[in-house]
């Protein structure tokens, strides 16, 4: 093991002195080796280590340096990376590149014919900068540790991320990777692309961030963007194929927790989302088991945010032109099958099965059937659409007292655009609700009436009561009936009818409290 004071590496115009360095070689047949411990200059860093085992062919000249195959390893206990690449130039395909940092370092580099073909490198740095590709924007990062594993050919790449964590002033935590992989193949001679991504846990919020940087389609960094998406995915599988012209073969297997979407003027949004998803580009499966959620729809309620304390599904859809739809020409369709949905909060909890089409344009068409388990009556107001008059949502507001939840059932057919459907034979909306012990307040200043038994009917823009009893104070109803023909109308108009028995001067009484004249 001989030691030398000093030795000068030079590379074009650029030079470094090595301090107090120690260097084996061993040279045996086909074999060779050595090993190199140095100090490098200050700016360099320090703590230096070189390492190589290479193989030459058995016919080849020992001396034919470009044909050996072999690793070599490096290590520094503190490096400068911007210095370092200097005299270390990466090659141009490698698809994820450290520019700049500092701090602790090992690489181990498979070496075929003078092409690195295998890249793995340990990382402890600050003030690092991440880039993929050569076309993209850096990332500026505060701090970067683990693992990054590259392996290159003329038409594929390979990147495997182990224990990666990143920290930057942009992010609001430490981003970790524990373990993800990227595989991007070239596939045809025109550069057509094939992509797959897999990840034992990926944090959305960081991934966002991530975007501008990775190989991403323009359309996908676009709708993300507007998205907004927040949450986790776990044991992710993603995989498309890519051209200049389109994005083919896509295809998603993932389990989801807390996941986001942000809400649009007229689109809708969520928050709190578990559960799990298989899609591809004509269809799949999402099954939710969620805590917590959120759903907003925008221009629909009063309130658009629901607040669910449980969300339970299993949706199955097909779909057309996701990907390839122009908005003018070609129009995406979607086609869902909801075997199951459950949800409930303090207010309400419902069960619905049945299917919904969206052709692209529109609202879409319903074929829905459910029951409402339970309804605290008044809270009903809060789920009733725009579309109904305010007048009439404000009457529900105002009539419906506390009492027994309500229990119910309804049926939802037809196109949306055209709900409730007045004279629609193609549409369907009826609700069949049955009250116990219910109250109401039909008008301000009138008297409240109670124990009410009864059934309630909505059968399209037609409101129907039929009670069997109730009390107004120390007065008896039987046989009301009750009704709106419409409820859109500007002024809807409740007619009663009914017969009331009691002591005749409260009947008197009652009427002057009341407001009828």
Known sequence: FPSHDRAKIIHR?????????????????????????AAPPAALGEGFVLQGKFNHGQFDQPSAIRDWTGETFVQFDRVNLSELFGFVHLPEQTPLKVNAGQGALRAWIAVKAMQIEDLTVDLDLTDASLQWGSTRRPM?????????????????????????ALRSAQLKEVVTIPSARLNIEQVSESGD????????????????????????????????????PRGRFNDLKLSWRESSSEITGFSLDSRFDQLSLLAGKIR?????????????????????????????FPGVFEDPRITLERLESQVSWTAKNILTADGKTTLPSVALTIKKL??????????????????????????LDGRVLRADPTKIHRYVPLEISADTRTWLKESLLASKPYSASFELHGPLDRFPFRDDPQGRFLVKAEAEAGSLRPAPNWPAITNIRANVVFDRQAFRINATGAKLNDLSFSAVTGKIDDVEAARPVLVLDGSLSGDAQRLIDATNRSPLK
């Open 193 to 228: 692309l094939s992509v797959a991504l897999s990840a034992k846990a990926l944090d959305l919020s960081a991934a966002m961030w991530f975007t501008e940087h990775l190989p991403l389609p323009a359309a996908w960094k676009k709708n993300l963007t507007e998205l907004q």
């Open 342 to 367: 459950s949800l409930a909060n303090p207010d309400t909890a419902i069960e619905v099965a049945g299917k919904f089409d969206w052709p692209g344009q529109g609202a879409g068409v319903a074929a």
């Open 140 to 164: 500026t990062l505060q701090q970067l540790t683990g693992r990054v594993e590259t392996r290159l050919s003329a038409k594929k790449q390979d990147v495997v991320l182990t224990n990666l």
């Open 13 to 37: 115009k650029k030079s470094a002195e090595l301090r107090d360095i120690t260097f084996a070689m061993n040279n045996f047949g086909l074999r060779h080796a050595w090993a190199l411990r």
């Open 268 to 296: 809708p949004g969520f928050s709190g989302l578990s559960g799990r998803i298989e899609a591809k580009e004509s269809g799949g499966d999402v099954s939710l088991d969620s805590r917590a959620a959120v759903l907003h």
